[in-house]
């Protein structure tokens, strides 16, 4: 009798082992499906994309640079600063990340950070700076059109209600790779073009 209770009893710890063990088979099986879906779902709302023409010029971008950037004020004689930047993709090629470090007259430091793509969608690039000096970030968008060699970016308005000055930053690499130039211009309302900074980049 002992020995049949005893039997009974195991017979009913086989049985909730069992039963816990395929609940637990279950859910995790349940957590795996969803996690599918959830990432099916994610990949038809954001489909991924690979790295077009623009990131093959912004490839050419990376590397050391030693940094010259020359100011043209309204008035009076041009200020020039001095100054480094490493260049490098990230985000498995699709971005190019600009550290810049200026070094003032003063003694002091400032430093900059430029992150550009390009979406092979639209044929545009886009590019989002921020810095020291400032408390704002400002973003540049092209057009749409690409000649596979220079990037033209225009001042794209974070506020809306109180639109940015219009301007312009063309760049553009010479000497077989080793100067890339940065050039931005003011847009006056007569659509005529001021150079305000140029930045003369040499490859180290």
């Known amino acids: 009798m002992i020995g049949t209770l005893t039997q009974k009893t195991c017979n009913a710890c086989d049985f909730r082992i069992s039963s816990c ?47 010259v950037k020359t100011f043209f004020p309204m008035n ?16 498995d090629g699709k971005f190019l990340q600009s550290d810049f470090t200026f070094f003032n007259a003063d003694g002091t430091k400032s430093t900059g950070t430029g992150i550009s793509g390009f979406d092979p ?3 545009r690039f886009t590019t989002v700076w921020y810095d020291s000096r400032q408390t704002t970030m ?6 749409g059109t690409f000649d596979g060699q220079n990037t033209v970016l225009w001042a794209t308005p974070l506020d809306s209600e109180h639109p940015a000055r219009k301007t312009v930053a063309r760049a553009h690499l010479e000497e077989d790779g080793r100067l890339l130039l940065h050039r931005h211009f003011m847009i006056d309302d007569k659509g005529e ?12």
């Open 76 to 91: 009076g004689k041009p200020i020039v600063t001095k100054g480094a930047c490493k260049q490098f993709m990230i985000q």
């Open 193 to 204: 073009e001021r150079m305000m900074i140029e930045m003369r980049m040499t490859r180290k």
């Open 138 to 143: 400002s973003i540049r968008q092209s057009d």
């Open 21 to 67: 063990a395929m609940r637990q088979w279950i859910s995790a099986t349940l957590l795996l499906a969803i996690g599918a879906i959830a990432q099916q779902t994610h990949n038809q709302y954001e489909p991924s994309n690979v790295p077009g023409a623009g990131q093959r010029l912004l490839s050419q971008f990376v590397s050391d640079w030693d940094v």
């Open 121 to 123: 969608k639209t044929n």
